[in-house]
């Protein structure tokens, strides 16, 4: 509690001040060194944040000082830590940025030292989408890298939850509040981000909604605290595009992974491809850039090693040795099997079950992607 006690002062001072970031940034600046804060005027507070007095809430009514102790109960029963702009507890990559958050809430471990990339996408991938977020996530958590996302549904999502099978530390950058959990089905994904020693972050405070304005505005912190940003899926008017954009300004790496001409989820990856975005095939090439080294990178003979298994069936194994990674459907399976479809269907369901393949629409099977 005795951090929180030091830096309540001014967070009484940020509540006065609305919440505006540029506000409280002046006066962090202009704050006398040693001066106590909750004993300045409506004056002082106005001169040394250049906000107009009209707009201040200076002194803190008995609601805000209220809810203020709320607050902090809150902070001190989740171990949620406050991190001001200078603050040495602020991360050092997002102090370089132009629009920095005046303020961040963080919860869990941010290891600064640590390579950050980001895997950005659309919140409706394709199957496509999610294995090569988890492929990605996956080979560059095993490298110590930490992965950074937005914990929305779909890319991000993956992302996480392939740094957390790694035992790596992942950072979630949230929309809104830490109370509110946002969608409301990745709750026990934060809290396994934390557990497995990774943070989630926002600007905002206890009980601020995740607006839709807000998603937007947090991919700033995103490319902020990223060394890379790797898109994987996103349409042309996408928050992915955003942070890729941001990123860029910031001179920092910008890598899209290509996919179908005809999938509208591939649209803004390949259009990042034409301006200049480094095409990426696989984490190595990500590694290399980085860290100027990979280690040997198997994962499209994963598969093909394990129809050398004995536990399999030769039905089992001629079917692997004939998929790919793209959908084929059971009747060209079954031609190029010379089986017929009730026998193969027997072998799919095995293989399916054992999370070998997986099914699409229409009989359309397809190996899964696994590093």
């Known amino acids: ?3 929180l006690q030091a830096f309540l002062p001014y967070y009484l001072v940020w509540l006065g001040l609305k919440n505006s970031n540029r506000a409280f940034k002046s006066f962090l600046a202009n704050i006398p060194k040693n001066a106590d804060c909750t004993k300045l005027s409506s004056e002082e507070i106005s001169q040394y944040s250049y906000m107009p007095l009209r ?8 609601v805000t000082m209220a809810r203020a102790e709320n607050d902090f109960n809150w902070f001190n029963k989740n171990e949620i830590k406050i991190a001001f702009f200078g603050s040495k507890m602020y991360p050092k990559r997002l102090e370089r940025q132009k629009d920095s958050p005046a303020i961040l809430f963080i919860r869990g471990s941010l290891e600064e030292k640590k390579t950050c990339v980001a895997i950005v996408g659309t919140r409706s991938p394709t199957r496509y989408g999610m294995d090569a977020s988890r492929l990605f996530a996956s080979e560059l958590s095993r490298h110590g890298i ?5 914990l929305a549904r779909g890319i991000d999502g993956a992302a996480h939850r392939a740094a957390i099978e790694e035992s790596c530390c992942t950072v979630a950058v949230l929309g809104s509040g830490l109370d509110i959990i946002y969608p409301k089905e990745h709750e026990k994904l934060a809290m396994n981000i934390i557990e497995s020693g990774g943070a989630l972050l926002s600007e905002y405070p206890l009980g601020f909604p995740p607006k839709k304005e807000n998603f ?4 700033r912190i995103l490319a902020g605290l990223s060394d890379a940003v790797i898109v994987v899926e996103a349409r042309t008017r996408s928050g992915a595009l955003i942070t890729a954009r941001l990123a860029l300004e910031q001179g920092k790496d910008i890598y ?12 803004a990856t390949h259009q990042l491809i034409k301006d200049g975005a480094s095409l990426v095939m696989y984490p190595k090439d990500v590694l ?5 080294f990979a280690s040997q990178f198997p994962v499209f003979c994963i598969q093909n090693n394990i129809i050398h298994d004995d536990s399999l069936s030769e039905e089992e194994k001629q079917i692997l040795s004939i998929l790919d990674y793209y959908p084929t459907h059971i009747d060209l399976l079954c031609s190029k099997m010379n089986m017929p479809e009730n026998l193969s269907l027997s072998a799919l369901t095995s293989l399916e079950l054992k999370g070998l393949i997986f099914s699409l629409p229409g009989k359309l099977y397809q190996k899964t992607v696994k590093s």
Do not use: Q
Request: aromatic share 8%; glycine share 8%.
């Open 256 to 267: 899209a992974i290509p996919g179908s001409i005809f999938s509208p989820c591939s649209e």
């Open 55 to 62: 707009y201040l809430s200076w002194p803190l009514s008995k």
């Open 216 to 219: 937007p505005k947090r991919n």
């Open 146 to 150: 930490c992965i950074i996302s937005g």
């Open 288 to 292: 290399l850039d980085l860290h100027g």
């Open 1 to 3: 509690m005795a951090d």
